[in-house]
Every structure is written in C-alpha cells, then in structure tokens.
T-cell receptor
Framework: EAQVTQNPRYLITVTGKKLTVTCSQNMNHEYMSWYRQDPGLGLRQIYY???????DKGDVPEGYKVSRKEKRNFPLILESPSPNQTSLYFCASKSSRDRGLGSYFGPGTRLTVT | AQSVTQPDIHITVSEGASLELRCNYSYGATPYLFWYVQSPGQGLQLLLKYFSGDTLVQGIKGFEAEFKRSQSSFNLRKPSVHWSDAAEYFC??????????????FGKGTKLSVKP
C-alpha cells in the first residue's frame, strides 16, 4: 500500500530538548516536504526536498532543520524546540514525474512543547 | 506571489442540502488546483485536482469543482451533503513550473458543519 508514515504521532516535550520527527514514503517519490498546521492559518510549508541531498526552505523554516540522505526518508529536526513550535506537522511526498498530481500526506504528528 | 483565499471560515448546512465552498487564487499562470479534506483528528485526503482540460472536475465522495479562469476561482460543490461530510476543507495551489513544482500553497480552510 502506498503511504507516507510519520513517527511519533504524538509528542510532548520541554523547551530546548532536541527532537526528530521521522517521515518515510514507500512510493519512490523524489519530492518530499514538511508542513505545519495551526488554527486559522491553514498549512504552511517548512522545508522541502526535490531529491536526495537537495533541500530548501519553505515559508516558515526558522527553528527547523531537515536532511535527505535517502530517497525514502525526510526527517524534521528541532534542535531547540520552543512553545511556538507547538503544532500539527504533516509530511508529504510527490513524484516529480506526475505533474499536477496531488501530494500524498502522512497522518500527522501532534507536537506540544511546554 | 501565489496565494489562496477561502473567504468562509465556517459554514453550516443541513443534511441533504447543497454545498458550495469558495476558493480564489492568485497565480501568474494557470496553476494546479486541489481540494483536500481533513476529518477531525485525521490527515489530509485529496478530494480532486485540476491541471488541464475540462474545467469541471469530479472527485471522490460525490464532490466536484469548477475552474473559472476569469474569476480565478476553483469552488467546490456537492449537490446533497451527508453528515459524514462534516470536516475541514482546504483549497491549495501548486506551481506548474520551476523548482517549486511540488510546493503547495494552502488556503486557511473552511470548516463545514452539518445539521441533522
């Protein structure tokens, strides 16, 4: 089954404690991205990657890092989380060959930073 | 800059009534357009998409949307709403060229409530 998986699904942490949210897709997609969803703001893109070792900032990259060492994985790293990063995070993937094809989204990770 | 506007934050309709959710976009060319649905506590599911051809597109769950270039709109419709349609709906624009082809710009969403 084609899918995007994220782990963990729920995470409560404290300010300053480094954390990583993993994202993996099994569709051999080149393009992967991270979004955060906040009430009244919709989804905003954090970072994206067009292929292995190619990453770029989205609209709200501050406080986040990513890496793309393998095609299937695209972890999101919060080096020093702060309460304003409390949000619902979605990973998405898309094939660069299917122009106009919608992205596949993961189930989301709800992060709370206290 | 690309942008998406969903003018209605919250809409309530009666079960069995028709539905139209509005979406307006700003883009330099004809974009790729999408509607996603998010049920409470769930991820995003693609309802339908437009990237060329017939301006009236059919999606899953009985939804359809019409692309109107002159109005920069891509409104979502359903002739008869079911209680299970209660969810939040997001319109999104995707770039059609350049390195950002995979990027999606989302509207802020419209929450749909369904009255029995």
């Amino acid at each position: 089954e084609a899918q995007v998986t994220q782990n963990p699904r729920y995470l409560i942490t404290v300010t300053g404690k480094k954390l990583t949210v993993t994202c993996s897709q099994n569709m051999n997609h080149e393009y992967m991205s991270w979004y955060r969803q906040d009430p009244g703001l919709g989804l905003r893109q954090i970072y994206y990657s067009m292929n292995v070792e190619v990453t770029d900032k989205g609209d709200v990259p501050e406080g986040y890092k990513v890496s793309r060492k393998e095609k299937r994985n695209f972890p999101l790293i919060l080096e020093s989380p702060s309460p304003n990063q409390t949000s619902l995070y979605f990973c998405a993937s898309k094939s660069s060959r299917d122009r106009g094809l919608g992205s596949y989204f993961g189930p989301g990770t709800r992060l709370t930073v206290t | 800059a690309q942008s998406v506007t969903q003018p209605d934050i919250h809409i309530t309709v009666s079960e069995g009534a028709s539905l139209e959710l509005r979406c307006n976009y700003s883009y330099g060319a004809t974009p790729y357009l999408f509607w996603y649905v998010q049920s409470p506590g769930q991820g995003l599911q693609l309802l339908l998409k437009y990237f060329s051809g017939d301006t009236l597109v059919q999606g899953i769950k009985g939804f359809e949307a019409e692309f109107k270039r002159s109005q920069s709109s891509f409104n979502l419709r359903k002739p008869s709403v079911h209680w299970s349609d209660a969810a939040e709906y997001f319109c999104a624009v995707g770039a059609t060229y350049g390195g950002s082809q995979g990027n999606l710009i989302f509207g802020k969403g419209t929450k749909l409530s369904v009255k029995p």
